[in-house]
C-alpha cells in the first residue's frame, strides 16, 4: 500500500508565494511520475502541473505557467509545488497523485493512488 500526504496550504494573500510538499509513503515503487491537481468550489478537478520519475520533464497547464514550479525530491520521496504571485483564482483545494509510468498525464484517470488534500485560500 502507499499513501500519499499533502502539506503546505493555509490562508495567503494575494501576491504572496506558497509552497506545498507531498510526501510518498509506504510502497514507494508503486509511484512513479507525479502530479498536481486542484478543484476551485463548484468546479471539476483540474490537472494543474506533472513531473515524470527521475524529475527531468515536467508539464504544465497553460494557466499556470510561469507561476508555478514542481519539483520532487526521490531520495525524501517528496514532492512540491511553489505557487508565486497568487490570485484568488487560486483558491482551491489542492490534490498530488500518483501513477505507475514515468511520465505524468494531465488526466486524473491515469492515476491510481491520491493524497486527501490541502486547502489553498487566497484573500486579502
Known amino acids: 500500500q502507499v499513501t500519499l500526504v499533502e502539506s503546505g496550504g493555509g490562508l495567503v494573500q494575494p501576491g504572496a508565494s506558497l509552497r506545498l510538499s507531498c510526501v510518498v509513503s509506504g510502497r514507494t515503487d508503486y509511484v512513479a511520475a507525479m502530479a498536481w491537481f486542484r478543484q476551485a468550489p463548484g468546479k471539476d478537478r483540474e490537472f494543474v502541473s506533472g513531473?515524470?520519475?527521475?524529475?527531468?520533464?515536467?508539464d504544465y497547464a497553460d494557466s499556470v505557467k510561469g507561476r508555478f514550479f514542481i519539483s520532487r525530491d526521490n531520495a525524501k520521496n517528496t514532492m512540491y509545488l511553489i505557487i508565486d504571485v497568487l490570485r484568488p483564482a487560486d483558491t482551491a483545494v489542492y490534490y498530488c497523485?500518483?501513477?505507475?509510468?514515468?511520465?505524468?498525464?494531465?488526466?486524473?484517470?491515469?492515476?491510481?493512488?491520491w493524497g486527501q488534500g490541502t486547502q489553498v485560500t487566497v484573500s486579502s
Open positions: 497523485a500518483g501513477r505507475d509510468w514515468v511520465y505524468p498525464s494531465q488526466s486524473e484517470q491515469d492515476y491510481r493512488t
Open positions: 513531473i515524470s520519475q527521475d524529475g527531468k520533464y515536467t
